[in-house]
């Protein structure tokens, strides 16, 4: 099915990881670059990650060397593997298909001590 359902999210004190995934369809993720966004309170929805169908990645510079966008062909998912995590990582984590009006119904990230 051409929906996306995100997983994953939690409360984590700061320092600590959490792995986010995201299902759908490998029609999806073969033939478009996905991304995962994230909404902080008080702040507009921003792009963290995406990934293409060829497997390049991008990382907003806030995140880069601390997370890490991947796809597991078996599972169908696109994961996010986030290390270090800081307070200001918190937010709402939606799963996209890149410039489109695609969404997931988003995941809570907590990062408090």
């Known amino acids: 099915q051409e929906h996306l359902v995100e997983s994953g999210g939690g409360l984590v004190h700061p320092g600590g990881s959490l792995r986010l995934s995201c299902a759908a369809s490998?029609?999806?993720?073969?033939?478009?670059?996905m991304a995962w966004y994230r909404e902080a309170p008080g702040k507009e929805r921003e792009l963290v990650a995406r990934i293409t169908a060829f497997g390049g990645t991008y990382y907003t510079y806030s995140v880069e060397g601390r997370f890490t966008i991947s796809k597991d062909y078996l599972k169908n998912t696109v994961n996010l593997q986030m290390n270090s995590l800081k307070p200001e990582d918190t937010g709402v984590y939606y799963c996209?298909?890149?410039?489109?009006?695609?969404w997931g119904q988003g995941t809570q990230v907590t990062v408090s001590a």
């Open positions: 490998r029609r999806l993720f073969d033939t478009y670059t």
């Open positions: 996209n298909v890149y410039g489109e009006d695609l």
